[in-house]
């Protein structure tokens, strides 16, 4: 029985809830119903106000553009009428001027007959004067034009004569004062002390004891070391001191090291001289690379080939006149790009062929012909440009010089070898060489005295002046210039100067 008064409660109890449900869920429904007409209200009274702003915003806009437009359009309307003025007062100007014109063109015309007539009347008076002037010349107009052209002729052309030759004479005066300069500017800049050096090194030792261990029983530590070395030992009674004597200089300098090692080491037996050799070799080869490398490094060249610059360092052995190749070289390359600087033209070009220009001499006793073309050659093989190798070949006068830095070459050689102190020569060889010099001058017919002077790089020549006229003397200095480059052999070069000289005296009584 309470199970089923359980059950009705449920029953009620659930109804309960589902009525009540019920009503909640319309109370909702119209409270969201009226809501939403409210949102709905406020959207319309906010789209209407919307509208009516841009309503206004767009009107106001309008009328400022208006007025834009108005405002913009009255300025066209001023410019356009300024431009109708200006256009009105240049065409007032042109009618001006055409009425200007007409007056002129009518005064023109007006004046042409009076200029016709009066032309008319001066031809007959020149016809007049001309006729007269023949009476009295003796000669008719056509003669006396050509006497005058012919006499103005002969005044142009002795005054084109006198210029040329004072033009021709100041331009050569102003390129000798500028070749000096640059010449003279050059020589300060670059001009070094040269060491004098021969075929003979001298190495000392601690004392005479010492020759005896050197030269070994029955000689055979000095026949080991001649053998291997190449070169000369000289051992007499020189105290503490003996001799290598040798003309190849890169194996003197060897021998020099090998010999100074074994006497310090003081184990002095063949297979001793072998290694120490053996380490000379490779030490002087190490001191020739490093040798080329600071000549490239000091004239600022680079991109030499390995054996270009093994080449250059050979140098710093070798000799000429006793002036050493390498500093020689350097010093041609300094000249060169002082040179090529001043006159301007490539610099570069011009030292890296003073560098190179006597890289031939390296070699010149393995390969027969002259050192120029030798160093031409091998520098061709190392892909050297070929205005490098035309001063190579040029720098003696092998081959002609076709370029500015091939003539810089030959100029920079003949400064660096021919200035006082740079080669050397005895005292004998060097008045043989005057003598001589005065010798090839006095043999040519018509000289009357010759004199050698600035160390025998200039001879003066006296000639007879009833025997030679000047003429004579130009070709008689060219004789001689080239009879002294067959005959006589000299550093550098000589000038061959002669002088010709007419004096008329007289006396009054």
Same mark, same amino acid.
């Given at each position: 029985?309470?199970?089923?008064? #359980?059950?009705?409660?449920? $029953?009620?109890?659930?109804?309960?809830?589902?009525?009540?449900?019920?009503?909640?869920?319309?109370?909702?429904?119209?409270?969201?119903?009226?809501?939403?007409?409210?949102?709905?209200?406020?959207?319309?009274?906010?789209?209407?106000?919307?509208?009516?702003?841009?309503? @206004?915003?767009?009107? +106001?806009?309008?009328?400022?553009?208006?007025?834009?437009?108005?405002?913009?359009?009255?300025?066209?309307?001023?410019?356009?009428?300024?431009?109708? *003025?200006?256009?009105?007062?240049?065409?007032? *100007? #042109?009618?001006?001027?055409?009425?200007?014109?007409?007056?002129?063109?009518?005064?023109?015309?007006?004046?042409?007959?009076? #200029?016709?007539?009066?032309?008319? +009347?001066?031809?007959?008076?020149?016809?007049?004067?001309?006729?007269?002037?023949?009476?009295?010349?003796?000669? /008719?107009?056509?003669?006396?034009?050509?006497?005058?052209?012919?006499?103005?002729?002969?005044?142009?052309?002795? +005054?084109?004569?006198?210029?040329?030759?004072?033009?021709?004479?100041?331009?050569?005066?102003?390129?000798?004062?500028?070749?000096?300069?640059?010449?003279?500017?050059?020589?300060?800049? %670059?001009?070094?002390?040269? /060491?004098?050096?021969?075929?003979?090194?001298?190495?000392?030792?601690?004392?005479?004891?010492?020759?005896?261990?050197?030269?070994?029983?029955?000689?055979?530590? @000095?026949?080991?070391?001649?053998?291997?070395?190449?070169?000369?030992?000289?051992?007499?009674? /020189?105290?503490?001191?003996?001799?290598?004597?040798?003309?190849?200089?890169?194996?003197?300098?060897?021998?020099?090291?090998?010999?100074?090692?074994?006497?310090?080491?003081?184990?002095?037996?063949?297979?001793?001289?072998?290694?120490?050799?053996?380490?000379?070799?490779?030490?002087?080869?190490?001191?020739?690379?490093?040798?080329?490398?600071?000549?490239?490094?000091? /004239?600022?060249?680079?991109?030499?080939?390995?054996?270009? @610059?093994? $080449? $250059?360092?050979?140098?710093?052995?070798?000799?000429?006149?006793?002036?050493?190749?390498?500093?020689?070289?350097?010093?041609?390359?300094?000249?060169?790009?002082?040179?090529?600087?001043?006159?301007? %033209?490539?610099?570069?070009?011009?030292?890296?062929?003073?560098?190179?220009?006597?890289?031939?001499?390296? $070699?010149?006793?393995?390969?027969?012909?002259?050192?120029?073309? @030798?160093?031409?050659?091998?520098?061709?093989?190392? *892909?050297?440009?070929?205005?490098?190798?035309?001063?190579?070949?040029?720098?003696?006068?092998?081959?002609?010089?076709?370029?500015?830095?091939?003539?810089?070459?030959?100029?920079?050689?003949?400064?660096?070898?021919?200035?006082?102190?740079?080669?050397?020569?005895?005292?004998?060889?060097?008045?043989?060489?005057?003598?001589?010099?005065?010798?090839?001058?006095?043999?040519?017919?018509?000289?009357?005295?010759?004199?050698?002077?600035?160390?025998?790089?200039?001879?003066?020549?006296?000639?007879?002046?009833?025997?030679?006229?000047?003429?004579?003397?130009?070709?008689?200095?060219?004789?001689?210039?080239?009879? #002294?480059?067959?005959?006589?052999?000299?550093?550098?070069?000589?000038?061959?100067?002669?002088?010709?000289?007419?004096?008329?005296?007289?006396?009054?009584?």
């Amino acid at each position: 029985m309470q199970v089923v008064w #359980i059950i009705v409660a449920a $029953i009620i109890g659930v109804a309960l809830g589902f009525a009540l449900n019920r009503f909640f869920v319309q109370d909702r429904a119209a409270r969201a119903r009226d809501s939403a007409e409210r949102i709905l209200q406020d959207a319309e009274k906010q789209a209407e106000t919307l509208r009516k702003e841009a309503l @206004i915003e767009a009107k +106001d806009q309008i009328f400022r553009m208006k007025q834009e437009a108005e405002i913009e359009a009255k300025e066209r309307r001023k410019e356009l009428t300024a431009l109708e *003025n200006r256009l009105m007062q240049r065409e007032e *100007n #042109i009618d001006r001027r055409a009425e200007a014109l007409d007056k002129r063109d009518h005064q023109l015309s007006s004046m042409q007959g009076q #200029i016709a007539k009066r032309e008319q +009347d001066l031809e007959e008076l020149i016809a007049q004067e001309k006729a007269r002037l023949e009476s009295l010349a003796g000669m /008719t107009a056509e003669q006396a034009r050509n006497l005058l052209l012919d006499r103005i002729k002969d005044d142009v052309k002795r +005054d084109a004569a006198a210029y040329i030759r004072e033009a021709e004479s100041q331009a050569r005066e102003e390129a000798d004062k500028k070749a000096r300069n640059i010449v003279g500017i050059a020589i300060q800049r %670059v001009a070094s002390d040269h /060491t004098a050096e021969s075929t003979v090194s001298v190495v000392h030792i601690p004392s005479d004891d010492m020759k005896g261990r050197i030269i070994g029983r029955e000689g055979r530590n @000095i026949r080991a070391f001649e053998q291997l070395t190449g070169i000369n030992l000289i051992i007499d009674d /020189t105290p503490e001191a003996v001799i290598l004597s040798s003309f190849d200089p890169v194996r003197r300098e060897v021998g020099r090291i090998a010999l100074e090692s074994l006497i310090s080491d003081g184990r002095i037996h063949p297979a001793r001289i072998e290694e120490m050799f053996d380490k000379a070799e490779t030490l002087v080869a190490q001191q020739i690379h490093e040798a080329g490398e600071q000549a490239a490094f000091d /004239t600022g060249i680079h991109g030499l080939h390995t054996e270009l @610059i093994r $080449i $250059i360092g050979r140098l710093k052995y070798r000799t000429s006149y006793g002036q050493n190749v390498l500093k020689h070289s350097l010093e041609v390359a300094h000249l060169a790009g002082v040179m090529a600087a001043e006159l301007g %033209v490539d610099v570069q070009l011009a030292k890296r062929s003073g560098l190179l220009h006597d890289i031939g001499k390296a $070699i010149d006793h393995e390969v027969e012909g002259p050192h120029a073309l @030798i160093g031409a050659d091998l520098a061709r093989r190392m *892909n050297e440009p070929k205005t490098i190798l035309h001063c190579i070949e040029a720098h003696h006068g092998d081959v002609e010089p076709a370029t500015v830095e091939a003539v810089l070459i030959q100029a920079a050689d003949a400064i660096s070898a021919a200035r006082p102190g740079a080669r050397r020569e005895t005292l004998e060889s060097y008045i043989k060489r005057l003598e001589k010099l005065e010798a090839v001058a006095q043999s040519h017919e018509g000289v009357e005295k010759c004199y050698a002077m600035q160390a025998g790089r200039e001879i003066r020549v006296m000639v007879k002046p009833e025997q030679l006229d000047d003429s004579d003397s130009v070709l008689l200095a060219r004789d001689i210039a080239k009879q #002294i480059e067959e005959e006589l052999e000299y550093p550098g070069q000589i000038k061959v100067m002669v002088i010709r000289e007419s004096r008329a005296v007289d006396y009054a009584k």
